[in-house]
């Protein structure tokens, strides 16, 4: 359980994060691929520019947190988690591909990223050919 009351918590971060959806005592089960956990004492899907204020401020009110990105590969006790999940599944799935470089956020499906490789592979051989 967290140092503080986690009910009053979760209205704190309603306030200071209104854009983010904010769930108390959450099943994880809904959040995971294996369809399996325990309730998480608070979990949250931040906006992607509330991610870093949001961690910063449960470091500085010494709250336990994790940070899961779209619950793969995700096994969850029947007992749940202590503390909050952070959820950056929906919020931050941003694939860019620029020349050789590739940038994929935390909550990005692998299938995404792999789709665009293909894409980005399909445009660099059409290009390579209207060069020949």
């Known amino acids: 359980m967290l140092n503080k ?6 209205e704190d971060l309603n306030t ?3 854009e983010a959806l904010v769930l108390v005592d959450e099943p994880m089960k809904g959040h995971t691929t294996f369809r399996i956990g325990g309730p998480a004492d608070i979990y949250i899907e931040p906006d992607y520019a509330s991610i870093i204020p949001l961690i910063k401020y449960l470091k500085e009110q010494d709250v336990q947190f994790m940070v899961i990105g779209n619950g793969s590969n995700l096994l969850v006790s029947d007992e749940g988690i202590d503390g909050v999940v952070i959820s950056l599944g929906k919020n931050s799935d941003a694939i860019t591909i620029s020349g050789d ?8 499906m692998l299938s995404s990223v792999a789709n665009a490789i293909s894409r980005s592979e399909e445009r660099v051989s059409r290009n390579a ?3 020949l």
């Open 16 to 18: 200071k994060f209104p």
């Open 5 to 10: 009351n986690y009910k009053e918590l979760a």
């Open 129 to 131: 050919e209207t060069d």
């Open 101 to 108: 470089t590739m940038v994929v956020e935390a909550g990005a």
